[in-house]
Nanobody, 125 residues
């Protein structure tokens, strides 16, 4: 089992850059596919980015070219950096772990086993 704690959210202006952190405890982050999801008010939770045990990554079209998912094994932490933030990036961002496989980065939130509590990101001028 793994526990996940996100941080790094806040109020940012359009065009700014933001880096979110997800600290894992209990198991190493490369024991899972790790992913970031987000949920805006009134919308379903959507996949943003994921990283597998080999370091391979996958991005949603909405952040492709602007988003970077990475991890630091010494800190057992996964990061999501988004450049050139847009108003539509406003959402609660969640870190998740998929215990079902180590390679395939799945985009369906229901397939993920462990979740953090979320961190709010608000993009506004």
């Amino acid at each position: 089992q793994v526990q996940l704690v996100e941080s790094g959210g806040g109020l940012v202006q359009p065009g700014a850059r933001l880096k979110l952190s997800c600290v894992a405890s209990g198991r190493p982050v490369n024991n899972y596919v790790m992913a970031w999801f987000r949920q805006a008010p009134g919308r379903v939770r959507e996949f943003v980015a994921g990283i597998n045990m080999d370091g391979g990554s996958r991005y949603a079209d909405s952040v492709k070219g602007r988003g970077t998912i990475s991890r630091d094994m010494t800190l057992n932490t996964v990061y999501l950096q988004i450049e050139t933030l847009k108003l539509q990036d406003t959402a609660v961002y969640y870190c998740a772990a998929d215990a079902g496989n180590l390679v395939s980065i799945r985009t369906n939130a229901s397939l993920y086993d462990y979740w953090g509590q979320g961190t709010q990101v608000t993009v506004s001028s």
